[in-house]
């Protein structure tokens, strides 16, 4: 599966940003896909996930009720919504997969997208 992440850029603390994934390939393997993220200096660190098939979705704990996860099967891409974006979202995104019959990690990438929240 080859994955094509979308978005970021410069937003204000406060504001929102929306960023996009698409998959293509053998997308009828994925299991779930998701957004990680790394800051400066910082390993990278999970962000949220959703199940590719049934939706459920989960989040780190300190982007819950801030930010929502979804998908397009049609498009076969994977959403991220971020609101009331703080400087600590500051952050390369990227977008992952883990596909069938393996999930013990993930094994698609997506390269990153910038995301800058100004304070």
């Known amino acids: 599966v080859q994955l094509q992440a979308s978005g970021g850029g410069l937003v204000q603390a406060g504001g929102s940003l929306g960023l996009s994934c698409a998959a293509s390939?053998?997308?009828?393997?994925?299991?779930?896909m998701g957004w990680f993220r790394q800051a400066p200096g910082k390993e990278r660190e999970f962000v949220t996930r959703?199940?590719?098939?049934?939706?459920?979705?989960f989040y780190v704990d300190s982007v819950k009720g801030r930010f929502t996860i979804s998908r397009d099967y049609a498009k076969n891409a994977v959403y991220l919504q971020m609101n009331l974006l703080r400087p600590e979202d500051t952050a390369v995104y990227y977008c992952?997969?883990?596909?069938?019959?393996?999930?013990?990690?993930?094994?698609?990438w997506g390269q990153g997208t910038q995301l800058t929240v100004s304070s």
């Open positions: 390939g053998r997308t009828s393997s994925i299991f779930d």
């Open positions: 959703i199940i590719w098939n049934g939706g459920t979705t």
């Open positions: 992952a997969a883990r596909t069938l019959p393996n999930i013990g990690r993930y094994d698609s």
